[in-house]
């Protein structure tokens, strides 16, 4: 950890060089009239303005800087803490294919809920600068609020969500990624590497139930079964006709097969065979 706190204090150092702060003055000063005329406005409302902060934080006092005040914000929705320390978690594909709904929805960030088979997760814009925000917001949690460390809580359940391109292709197709840099693969290598590094049995277990209700919905059987019959039978209007058509021309055969035991459905028979072969060929 020591060694990425170096890393980043020299990033900071390189990107606010001499240059840069010439043209903060040069900008300040081109500009100073048309500032001086702009409606009066603390400088509080100012940054969360930037920062596209629209709750109001004006009775959080002991907001640090501008890093604080981004944290502020997006753990005020954090589920609340649990005694159950969960380890196992399954990725976002396997938890799909077990039947999990996954909904992208409008809330702060860290407002994570699961709940009647659908995981809501708000949208998070991933871009290349999106990496040095997190590692410096984790280290901040990490030096100033140990005990208190949610947003590194959240970012540990990204970790389990994401394994393989796959799962951010998943969520990117949910609308709860959007993916700013590109590649699949570059998106779950960032995120399975933040947590390295980081003490994850220190962290405050606020993600934990959520993690242990997926776990049991996973391992539920009939929700796997449901599932299966959900993305193999029915995932399209053409494939689910064609299933419904399978059904009730089995229970034709059937119910003439007990009615005329003596006829012949060798006929009805090839056309059992024929719409199972176009359902799996599909």
Not at 74 to 97: F, G, K
Not at 135 to 164: G, W
Not at 241 to 252: D, E, K, P, S, Y
Request: contains cysteine.
């Amino acid at each position: 950890m020591k060694r990425q706190k170096l890393r980043y204090h020299k990033k900071f150092c390189e990107r606010t060089s001499k240059k840069t702060l010439e043209g903060f003055l040069s900008f300040i000063n081109e500009n100073v009239k048309r500032i001086k005329a702009l409606p009066s406005a603390s400088f509080f409302r100012l940054v969360c303005d930037y920062l596209e902060i629209k709750e109001d934080l004006s009775e959080e006092k002991e907001i640090k800087h501008l890093l604080d005040l981004a944290r502020c914000s997006a753990v005020r929705n954090r589920p609340l803490n649990t005694v159950e320390i969960v380890d196992q978690a399954y990725s976002a594909t396997m938890l799909h294919e077990a039947g999990v709904d996954f909904k992208a929805v409008r809330r702060s960030l860290l407002g994570v809920r699961f709940e009647k088979g659908e995981l809501q997760i708000p949208t998070f814009y991933l871009a290349h600068r999106t990496e040095a925000f997190i590692r410096n917001l984790m280290a901040f949690e990490q030096c100033h609020y140990p005990e208190k460390a949610y947003f590194c809580s959240y970012i540990q359940l990204l970790d389990c969500l994401v394994d393989t391109d796959k799962d951010v292709d998943l969520l990117v197709k949910k609308g709860i990624f959007v993916n700013g840099m590109g590649s699949s693969a570059a998106v779950a290598d960032m995120i399975n590497t933040l947590m390295v590094g980081v003490v994850r049995s220190k962290l405050p277990p606020c993600y934990d139930k959520i993690r242990k209700d997926l776990n049991q919905y996973h391992d539920n059987s009939w929700n796997r079964t449901k599932a299966s019959l959900r993305h193999v039978y029915f995932n399209n209007l053409w494939r689910g006709t064609a299933t419904v058509a399978a059904l009730f021309v089995v229970l034709f055969t059937l119910t003439h097969h007990i009615g005329n035991p003596g006829s012949s459905n060798a006929h009805k028979i090839k056309w059992l065979i024929f719409l199972s072969a176009s359902l799996h060929n599909d």
